[in-house]
């Protein structure tokens, strides 16, 4: 498997076969949450997998989309190598979590967005490339909106602007429904990814989007993340 993918295969299982033609569906449901306060990554892991569960039981269930903001942690993906912790793990000042996403380690902190997209691939495209690209997209498509050019790096997944890298990207998914997303730096502390190597790419220069615009705030760019992933993946948002 290409780690630079930062995803990891689908399982196979009795449902995986499922026909769920995505032409016959132009729009599909999902809950939104929007948490106020700082969510344990811990607390968010587990509301994935049971809406992920969820729908590999009822594929045509509303599909699930949160948009928050975590207490200092580090994450490490499945497979990912322990020599991009520049710590002993067991002596970290913050929790480190092994988690079931592909891709190396990251970081994450209030001030920066996370999203977790659960969805049902079958609904829209049973392709794990074209998912990691559209959730590339979403982020670009933000940034273009506050006039600042994100870019794609051949060969890596992920959102760069200028040579800084400021969205990050890792999926897990299983008989075709997606857990985990994307991270969004906006006007976070960026000096905890000096204890690792971001995404395992040395010599990595990490951003944020209040190095562009100065006092932006993470509820200016909710709502334009929200807005894009709707389109993006044609969502009708339900009510909770």
């Known amino acids: 498997m290409n780690k630079k993918l930062h995803s990891v295969s689908p399982e196979s299982g009795p449902n995986s076969n499922l026909d769920l033609t995505p032409q016959l569906v132009q729009f599909s449901s999902a809950f939104l949450f929007e948490p106020k306060n700082f969510v344990p990554f811990d607390t968010a892991l587990g509301w994935q997998k049971n809406f992920q569960q969820s729908l590999i039981e009822k594929p045509f269930s509303p599909q699930a989309v949160w948009f928050l903001e975590h207490f200092s942690c580090y994450t490490l993906g499945r497979g990912g190598d322990k020599q991009n912790l520049l710590f002993e793990e067991n002596q970290s000042s913050m929790p480190v979590f092994r988690i079931d996403r592909g891709g190396e380690v ?23 490339s074209w998912y990691l690209r559209e959730l590339e997209q979403v982020l670009i498509d933000v940034l273009n909106l506050l006039d600042i050019e994100g870019k794609r ?55 944020k989007l209040s190095d562009w615009i100065p006092g932006i705030k993470v509820c200016d760019v909710k709502p334009l993340l929200r807005e894009s992933v709707k389109r993006r993946f044609k969502l009708n948002w339900e009510n909770i």
Do not use: A
């Open 106 to 128: 990251t970081h994450h902190m209030p001030g920066q967005i996370v999203g977790y997209l659960v969805l049902n691939l079958g609904l829209h495209k049973k392709d794990l």
């Open 153 to 207: 790096v051949d060969g890596l997944t992920g959102v760069w602007c200028e040579d800084k890298k400021i969205g990050s990207i890792g999926i897990g998914c299983k008989r075709w429904v997606t857990q985990h997303g994307f991270s969004l730096n906006v006007d976070c502390d960026l000096v905890g990814f000096e204890q690792i190597i971001p995404c395992g790419l040395n010599k990595v220069k990490v951003g």
